[in-house]
């Protein structure tokens, strides 16, 4: 099972009940609603975090949401979508906080394995490991070399889970240009893996 799956398994497992993705927050009583969003989605929120920006970060990052999420618990309307795109929409808000520390990660590691496979000789023993470096190096460069929004998209719905319509809550924008984004990027990631590959081959 890859690390997607892995995320989608445990996000199916802590899955809420019908009634509790849309919760009355602004006449809920504050200290029941958020103990119960928190035990809900405070993991798999945690786990989109890390991704992005690590471990640390994302523990203070979880609690931010949630602090702010109750501060603007006004703000959140049931009728319009269940609450988890809401609090990733606040949790992303607060990653775009963090992204320029998160694109030099990306450039960071890909520079990393790029030295790796430099420093390597090519034994019969290695080539798996070098090739899953090449490609996680390539891989890093391509994330670094999207755009904010592209980035949000693609993450949400890859790491977090997130279906099109959840993604739109979360960035505030049309289900229709989430689409539009996704199948943007997918496919600027392939041109761009596709080229280091035949810049590598040449």
Known sequence: MNRIEERRADQEQRAPDADETRPDLANAEPAAAFAALFDTYAHALRGYLAGRVGVDVADDLVAETFLVALRRR???????????????????????????????????????????????????????????????????????????????????????????????????????????????VRHKLQAHLRTNEETRDD
């Open 74 to 184: 006004a703000s959140y309307d049931p009728t319009q979508a269940p609450v988890r795109g809401w609090l990733y929409g606040i949790a992303t808000n607060l990653v775009r906080n963090h992204v320029r520390t998160e694109v030099r990660g990306y450039r960071a590691s890909a520079r990393v394995f790029a030295l790796r496979e430099a420093g390597t000789d090519h034994d019969g023993q290695i080539v798996d490991r070098l090739d899953a470096q090449r490609h996680t190096r390539r891989l890093a460069d391509g994330l670094a070399g999207l755009t904010e929004q592209e980035r949000d998209v693609l993450l949400l719905t890859s790491w977090a889970g997130l279906e099109p319509t959840e993604v739109a809550v979360a960035l505030g924008v049309p289900a229709s240009t989430v689409r539009s984004r996704l199948h943007r």
